[in-house]
């Protein structure tokens, strides 16, 4: 069985032995550690959501245009913010596509996550003339958000 990097010999229990002043096992050490880095780390998707949605309030879908620049903002927070953690960042899954990855060596990694951020957007979706008087109409109906 290999932990932390070392082989360890079959029947050494020394894993499951409780931490002598603590009187916790270490495995339950490891899991609690595991959950706050993973709950740190939700926070910046979080965060994202919260800002977006923020943005949807005062700006309507204009927010839509908005959103590559608060999802790199996030990134650099979640790389820079404490010790930080600069991976796993959205640039970094554009590595095998030519010229996109040609792109980073202009741009760097929030550059190429500021391109590929918009990508998910349903092209239907983005703002429009259409999109901005309908919704004008619906304010002025007072019926913003709801079904008829």
């Known amino acids: 069985m290999i932990a932390g990097g070392a082989i360890v010999p079959p029947g050494d229990k020394s894993i499951t032995q409780p931490v002598p002043r603590l009187q916790i096992e270490i495995t339950t050490l490891v899991h609690l550690h595991s959950s706050l880095l993973v709950a740190y780390l939700a926070l910046f998707p979080g965060l994202f959501a919260l800002c977006l949605a923020w943005l949807h309030s005062r700006l309507g879908m204009r927010a839509v245009m908005l959103a590559p620049a608060v999802w790199v903002t996030t990134e650099l927070g979640r790389t820079y913010f404490w010790s930080g953690f600069p991976w796993l960042l959205l640039g970094y899954s554009q590595t095998t596509v030519l010229p996109v990855a040609q792109a980073a060596s202009v741009v760097g990694v929030f550059g190429v996550s500021a391109l590929v ?8 979706r983005a703002p429009s003339g259409r999109c901005r008087a309908r919704s004008r109409a ?4 007072g019926t913003r958000g709801r079904a008829r």
Do not use: E, V
């Not at 619906?138 to 109906?141: F, Y």
């Open 138 to 141: 619906a304010r002025r109906r």
């Open 117 to 124: 951020a918009p990508s998910p957007t349903p092209p239907g």
